[in-house]
Nanobody, 126 residues
Framework: QVQLAESGGGLVQAGGSLRLSCAASGRPGTNYAMGWFRQAPGKEREFVAHVSWSGDFTYYSDSVKGRFTISRGVAKNTVFLEMNSLKPEDTAVYYC???????????????????WGPGTQVTVSS
């Protein structure tokens, strides 16, 4: 079974930066598109960013565009989320996701992804 594990979460002051990492294990068997979602207390889980299997294409939610950057490592089953200019409203549990095939209309939807990590907490203080 494919497993994902996030790391890099923590407490940061508003305006600061964090870099989240996610690594896949368990023989994915193919190339996977990967993405990040987040869920704040009392809110629905929302899309953050997506990167294609090749790393050539990225897609962001409007709320993070221009502040966050998603990228793949040399090992394509690794994905990063560089978060800059963090705001208190960015506080959430951040989840890594992987999809065997994610069409464009599902980039920002949970149903487009097949595997999920347990999440890592990001807290931004004001």
């Amino acid at each position: 079974q494919v497993q994902l594990a996030e790391s890099g979460g923590g407490l940061v002051q508003a305006g600061g930066s964090l870099r989240l990492s996610c690594a896949a294990s368990g023989r994915p068997g193919t190339n996977y598109a990967m993405g990040w979602f987040r869920q704040a207390p009392g809110k629905e889980r929302e899309f953050v960013a997506h990167v294609s299997w090749s790393g050539d294409f990225t897609y962001y939610s409007d709320s993070v565009k221009g502040r966050f950057t998603i990228s793949r490592g040399v090992a394509k089953n690794t994905v990063f989320l560089e978060m800059n200019s963090l705001k208190p409203e960015d506080t959430a549990v951040y989840y890594c996701a992987a999809g065997e095939y994610v069409p464009s209309w599902l980039y920002g939807q949970q149903g487009g992804y097949d595997y999920w990590g347990p999440g890592t907490q990001v807290t931004v203080s004001s």
